[in-house]
């Protein structure tokens, strides 16, 4: 695409230009670090950067072209480098990323999960269904971006940013994928990251109270994720739709879909259910109820929220017309899933569990569903995230106060806050259970793991596939399955304490 025809695509969102407006870009980046050469270098302000203080890096790097925000910014642009000028840069990502790399979505099948918990399993349900029906399928999730052939990186937030989402999109189409999978975060339809990412299926999980620092009122979050399910957003005629009906604001949602909706449940009457789950420690098994199809589905995945996860990822499949036997395949296959629920012990040690659960409702539902096949006492270690919903730190102690025996309330990413006064908010939440205050993470997954007898649980919480600790600006090395890890070595034998 050349400068001047990606002018008129943008038509009067660009109100200034200069340069060689002939020259061709072949990919779009918003950061400067990353710029290669033939690329667009959107300059976005942030809240502690503005893109246009590095304009002259990307130009260096070989960026073939700018947009700049506002007819003044073009005067910052190298005389030899094209750029074009538009009010905001911000709501023209998506659509440049989408025009720059010829609108990948529409070569596939994409599908879209929302919710608060439970988005990261089911995009991973959905990649082993597809595979085991020999489909090609890529993966964007919490814990990775992996195209069809297994390349994969560490991705930076949820749902990423329009610029990195569009480029691997067009890659993965590039290798042969036929299907991709990826989470869909409030934050990413707020900010229209996903704009022009035309979607097969999309699917809803549930909602519980989280990122309320963001949206203020649990309608506004609803109202985020509930526009996934508009064709505005969505984009396809022919998209169908999947909603957890147990959940209330799933019950609403399945009403208001601009989409033909698939219904799931384990209490409620819907088209697709789950009945008689049984947890171990071994697994997961289910009746799988495909309009009138029973399966029985054993999972290697450990927990409730395994069956519920497993469920949303058929409904989903169901809705677009899977073979029942590849949908109960796929779901068999998967093995793991990092950082959910994801055992660390071996042997006779205390079984030491590691898991990404940070919100009270997700803490309550792990809890719940390790007690199930927890033979001893149940002790769990967890924090809460700083600098963001303080509303919820109470609430998440409550929520380990009722499930477990024993609580270690420690650090999780302090951020840029004081971690004692996180904790602070979260002590009075757990009254009546026995709890230690340990701020320091790995001294308390130590505490914790020394505590345990073999028949005793170890729930560490909040972090899961995380591998670093962010405290005041820096991040170092921090993996939770490491220090377990260290901690069972260092156990004297496992005595009870």
Not at 257 to 273: E, G, L, N, R
Request: with cysteine; net charge negative; charged share 25%.
């Amino acid at each position: 695409m050349t400068m001047a025809s990606l002018a008129r695509a943008l038509g009067d969102q660009v109100v200034g230009a200069r340069g060689d407006l002939e020259r061709s870009v072949t990919g779009a980046t918003h950061d400067s670090r990353e710029v290669e050469s033939g690329d667009l270098y959107l300059s976005v302000r942030g809240e502690r950067w503005d893109g246009h203080d590095f304009l002259m890096q990307a130009h260096e790097r070989g960026a073939a072209g700018a947009l700049v925000e506002g007819r003044e910014n073009l005067g910052r642009v190298s005389d030899d480098m094209p750029a074009l000028a538009v009010e905001s840069v911000r709501p023209a990502m998506a659509r440049v990323a989408c025009l720059v790399h010829d609108y990948p979505a529409r070569e596939i099948d994409l599908l879209g999960v929302t919710g608060t918990n439970g988005k990261t399993s089911t995009c991973y349900f959905l990649d082993s269904i597809a595979r085991s029906g020999g489909v090609a399928s890529g993966l964007f999730t919490t814990l990775e971006i992996r195209g069809p052939g297994g390349a994969s990186l560490e991705a930076g937030r949820t749902t990423p940013e329009a610029t990195v989402l569009q480029k691997w999109l067009r890659r993965m189409v590039d290798d042969g994928a036929e299907q991709v999978a990826m989470e869909v975060s409030s934050h990413a339809l707020d900010w229209g990251r996903v704009e022009g990412c035309e979607f097969a299926g999309v699917l809803f999980s549930n909602l519980t109270q989280d990122h309320l620092d963001w949206h203020g009122t649990m309608e506004e979050y609803y109202r985020s994720k509930a526009r996934l399910f508009t064709r505005d957003v969505h984009g396809r005629g022919d998209c169908v739709g999947a909603v957890n009906i147990d959940d209330p604001y799933g019950l609403r949602l399945a009403e208001e879909a601009q989409c033909p909706i698939t219904t799931f449940a384990m209490a409620t009457p819907a088209d697709v259910a789950a009945r008689d789950v049984r947890l171990s420690l071994d697994g997961t098994s289910l009746v799988l109820d495909l309009s009138g199809q029973v399966l029985p589905i054993r999972l290697h995945l450990l927990g409730r929220f395994a069956a519920w996860n497993a469920l949303a990822a058929a409904a989903l499949s169901h809705a677009r017309g899977t073979d029942p036997a590849v949908i109960a395949r796929g779901l068999e296959d998967l093995r793991a899933v990092p950082g959910r629920l994801e055992l660390v012990s071996r042997g006779d040690e205390p079984r030491v569990l590691v898991d990404y659960a940070h919100t009270a409702d997700s803490l309550r539902s792990v809890l719940q569903s390790v007690r199930e096949f927890c033979p001893g006492r149940l002790l769990c270690v967890f924090g809460c995230g700083g600098d963001r919903d303080r509303a919820k730190r109470p609430l998440m102690g409550a929520a380990v106060a009722e499930g477990a025996d024993v609580a270690y309330v420690t650090s999780d990413n302090p951020r840029g806050e004081d971690p004692e006064s996180i904790l602070d908010m979260i002590m009075p939440g757990l009254s009546g259970v026995l709890s230690c205050r340990i701020p320091d993470r790995r001294e308390a997954i130590f505490e914790a793991v020394s505590a345990a007898g073999s028949e005793d649980v170890v729930l560490i919480a909040g972090k899961g596939h995380e591998t670093y600790q962010e405290i005041q600006g820096q991040r170092t090395h921090f993996d939770d399955r490491e220090v377990a890890r260290e901690a069972l070595d260092a156990r004297p034998g496992g005595e009870v304490r």
